[in-house]
């Protein structure tokens, strides 16, 4: 890439860094250390406010780049990701969003505590929790460095090195500054950059094609050397029975996963009641709905404009099709269209990354302060305060994530988010489902739940063609594989649900019914809701 | 209408706390019960709301809703996904130009879930949310009744 997309994509993307930092001490300036202030934002965030901030939670590197990507590629089968992306928010919107809020205060073990011995489910909730969460850092921060790659022309090398190190910097530097009020803003500001950003392209690109969305479809199909074949399933995850039971297994795990990602739930905590977390999940799946639309769009324009040779060309995993369409749309590599063009999408697809990987790390921390912290110091008598901890987990979590994020340079992004929505749905959906609904669950029943998940989407994801006995793995030298499917969600998911019967019915004590009330009734009703 | 603006029901009033300007007049008597200010414990008032008619009408409407919605897009997301492996061939079937079954299949899990979220907040604003605000403000009254009593 020419020395201009650079300097214009930096210029762009220094100023999102700088409003952004701009709101976070102006936010900052103001309360600062009550827990209410850092882990909830003061809770009085409107539903549009919310339902904004939580699609730029949401809609990740993953969404913009990976999705897109794998379109580009693989045709229809990367389709499925948006459609369970997107559908995913039923179960947030029907099962989780408004009882959440009334049970919790600031995190997913807050609602299971409520009704149950409080100190071994919080540390374990807590424990999944962060491991959800380092696992989607991971793939905000692979986001990052693929994306400053084809900005600075160099696939591999410092620049990629130094663009994980500073997104994990400056995600610090807003959480432990500005908490919850300012990364709301932070995720606002993002939304609507993002939104825009995906709106203009979509138009260039109907524009392009005359409006026709059938003949987009045929230009990508024959483009892509598929065929008709690229406009139906089975590119990516057709043939073999494991890569179809792959493909079952994924699209189980992003349909239930969102419901256990704990930067998701913790938006919920930021507006006052359950009505108004009702209203922002509406607003979201509206914004949401909306953005995977256009983003199929792109997926197939980029294929059709682009060609999935150039794209792959790019970037092995596709993360790269959508800057590379907007080159191309803003009139080719050389133009000033493109130059522009291409500079506020890597921009935006910066600030994306950023944002996000914002929003889990406060909702990270939060689980290690308020959940961890708080369960092991009661043992050791006091130390600093809660959100002094925050602040430091923070900063803990960000040296992970850029370690993590540096080790998994070559996979794809959405890959990788399908993985961690695999994880949140065995460790994190049971236990939550359990606690708000079935009235005999017990202390056992809920730890066993959480570990009961939690330990074989782990070890199956050890023990599969990801991390080693495959070209494109961890360790492609060394061969420790055992599970066939890449995604572990099929198997893991059940057996999250089953330890957690079985926990409970091996119970010796048994469910508390005057705690399985309160529960049920503060759910549904908010009495007694911070 | 106070229902209609969610800045009017933030007074997220705690135990203890005088309940403000949002209190309702309306009261549901099965829920309120004869226990004002005597020394009952709060973890009892809970059980007690839970048993009342009151609650239990808001719970059923919430549950005559979601379980059937959940079961159904959930069954629909599943036959969608297990159709795109197990049978591609009718997934591939054209249907007018470019656009074959698996692309309507894809825009329809769009518009289903469109449709359930604006049924679902429909519901939830129509059947479930003047009940459940009530049942707020009787409860926590309860508690802090039950509270004053204990002190």
Do not use: C
């Amino acid at each position: 890439m020419t020395g201009a997309h650079q300097t214009l994509s930096l210029l762009l993307f220094s100023g999102f860094v700088a409003v952004t930092l701009g709101i976070t001490t102006w936010v900052s300036r103001r309360r600062r250390g009550s827990a209410e202030e850092f882990y909830a934002g003061g809770r009085l965030f409107s539903p549009m406010e919310n339902g904004f901030a939580v699609t730029g939670d949401y809609v990740s590197a993953a969404s913009f780049l990976g999705v897109t990507g794998l379109i580009a590629l693989y045709g229809y089968d990367g389709l499925l990701y948006a459609v369970g992306f997107l559908v995913a928010w039923l179960v947030v919107l029907f099962l989780v969003a408004e009882l959440v809020r009334n049970v919790g205060r600031f995190t997913l073990a807050d609602v299971v505590a409520a009704r149950m011995s409080e100190r071994p489910v919080r540390i374990a909730a807590g424990t999944s929790s962060v491991t959800v969460s380092l696992l989607y850092l991971v793939a905000q921060m692979v986001g990052a460095g693929s994306l400053v790659a084809l900005l600075l022309g160099r696939t591999s090398g410092a620049a990629q090195v130094w663009t994980v190190i500073g997104v994990g910097a400056l995600m610090v530097i807003y959480v432990t500054l500005g908490g919850m009020r300012a990364t709301t803003w932070i995720q606002i500001v993002k939304a609507v950059l993002l939104l825009s950003g995906t709106v203009a392209l979509t138009v260039l690109v109907m524009v392009r094609f005359h409006g026709d969305v059938d003949r987009l479809l045929i230009t990508a199909a024959q483009r892509s050397g598929h065929g008709e074949a690229f406009l139906a399933p089975g590119l990516k995850y057709g043939g073999s029975w494991t890569a179809r039971l792959d493909f079952i297994s994924l699209g189980v795990a992003l349909v239930l996963g969102t419901a256990g990602l704990p930067h998701i739930l913790s938006r919920f905590y930021t507006v006052p009641t359950a009505r108004a977390a009702r209203r922002s999940a509406v607003w979201s799946i509206g914004l949401i709905g909306g953005f995977y639309l256009m983003a199929i769009v792109l997926g197939f324009g980029a294929a059709a404009v682009v060609g999935p040779e150039a794209v792959r060309r790019s970037n092995e995993a596709g993360n790269t099709a959508v800057p590379l369409l907007a080159l191309d749309l803003g009139g080719g590599a050389g133009s000033t269209g493109g130059t522009v063009l291409f500079a506020v999408v890597a921009a935006v697809a910066f600030a994306t990354i950023l944002a996000v990987v914002a929003g889990i790390t406060l909702a990270s921390s939060a689980s290690v302060a308020h959940d961890l912290y708080a369960s092991l110091r009661r043992s050791r008598g006091d130390g600093p305060g809660e959100v002094a901890v925050a602040r430091f987990a923070a900063a803990g979590i960000g040296l992970a994530a850029i370690a993590l994020g540096l080790l998994a340079r070559d996979l794809n992004v959405a890959f990788l988010v399908g993985l961690a929505f695999a994880v949140a749905a065995s460790a994190n959906l049971p236990v939550l489902l359990y606690s708000l609904f079935w009235r005999a669950f017990t202390t056992r029943g809920a730890v066993w739940a959480v570990y009961g998940g939690l330990v074989p989407a782990l070890g199956l994801v050890l023990l599969s063609p990801v991390v080693s006995g495959s070209p494109g793995s961890f360790f492609p030298d060394v061969d420790f594989q055992y599970f066939p499917l890449q995604n572990p969600g099929l198997v893991s998911i059940p057996l999250g649900f089953l330890a957690g019967w079985l926990g409970t019915v091996t119970s010796d004590e048994a469910a508390d019914e005057a705690k399985y009330a309160e529960t049920e009734v503060r759910s549904l009703t908010g009495a007694g809701a911070v | 209408m106070r229902y209609e603006d969610p800045w009017y029901d933030v007074q997220a009033s705690g135990w203890g706390e005088p309940a403000g300007a949002g209190t309702p007049a309306r009261t549901v008597p099965a829920a309120r019960g004869e226990h004002e200010g005597t020394g009952i414990r709060a973890r009892d008032i809970y059980v007690e709301v839970q048993r009342s008619a009151a609650f239990q009408e808001v719970r059923s409407r919430y549950r005559r809703f979601v379980v059937p919605g959940v079961a159904g897009f959930l069954a629909w997301y599943v036959a969608y996904v297990v159709a795109a492996t197990a049978a591609p061939r009718l997934m591939a079937r054209p249907v007018a130009g470019a656009v074959n079954v698996a692309m309507l299949a894809g825009l329809g899990q769009f518009l289903t879930t469109f449709l359930l979220t604006w049924a679902y907040a429909r519901h939830a604003r129509l059947r479930r949310d003047r009940a459940a605000l009530e049942l707020r403000w009787d409860t926590q009254e309860l508690a802090r009744g039950a509270q004053g009593g204990a002190l």
